[in-house]
């Protein structure tokens, strides 16, 4: 489990938190929303997005804000499943392009109350019909932010959990989450093409 206790920047609004200053970077990160921070105040819920092109394949961003009370191992599991299957592919064209993963899921609960949390959310990482979700716990009154602490050996997720880290001030140099992604793909398509060349040899022969 990966904690963040970063103190305010000093030019950060008075009224500033996690979740808040998360938003302000997602901005200048390029991403946008259709709601204000009127909506988020009053409804609970806020969605950013940016579009991504990975390889030959579209795909997206998203980082959903959502507040929550009384958060949970229950809320932590039923949230999961509804994003992911919210946001895996369905279309045959999305599903053969599954193997990219173009689609990067953060789920921000933004609990309330001032106890720290605890919980593991590496479980929770899913990666399912070309979208990967990534649960993030943020307590704004206390400045804590939550995230899963990942094994170097998981290579598709890793950078992904890098570039949150970028963006919450904890990383100098920005991550390209989809590289290894795009290499894999890669050296995937030459073992295919070497093969078929073997095939085709043998054939001739």
């Given at each position: ?8 920047p ?51 961003t998203?980082?959903?804000f ?10 932590l ?64 009154d206390i ?51 070497l ?11």
């Amino acid at each position: 489990m990966q904690e963040l206790k970063a103190e305010k920047p000093p030019e950060s609004p008075a009224d500033s938190d996690p979740a808040t200053r998360l938003m302000a970077r997602l901005v200048e990160e390029g991403f946008t929303t259709d709601l204000t921070e009127e909506d988020w105040r009053s409804y609970g819920e806020i969605i950013y997005r940016r579009a991504e092109k990975i390889s030959f394949a579209a795909g997206e961003t998203v980082f959903i804000f959502t507040r929550v009370h009384d958060l949970n191992e229950k809320i932590l599991r039923q949230t999961s499943e509804a994003v992911v299957n919210s946001y895996k592919a369905r279309s045959v064209a999305g599903k053969a392009l599954s193997v990219l993963q173009s689609t990067t899921v953060y789920h921000c609960l933004v609990a309330d109350g001032d106890q720290p949390h605890n919980d593991l959310l590496t479980g929770y990482v899913t990666r399912a019909g070309g979208a990967t979700f990534i649960p993030v716990i943020i307590v704004p009154d206390i400045n804590q932010v939550i995230y899963p602490d990942l094994e170097e050996k998981v290579a598709s997720v890793k950078p992904r959990v890098e570039y949150l880290q970028y963006l919450l001030g904890e990383r100098r140099e920005t991550v390209n989450m989809h590289r290894p992604t795009v290499q894999a793909m890669w050296v995937s398509l030459g073992v295919v093409i070497l093969l078929l060349l073997a095939i085709a040899v043998s054939l001739i022969h």
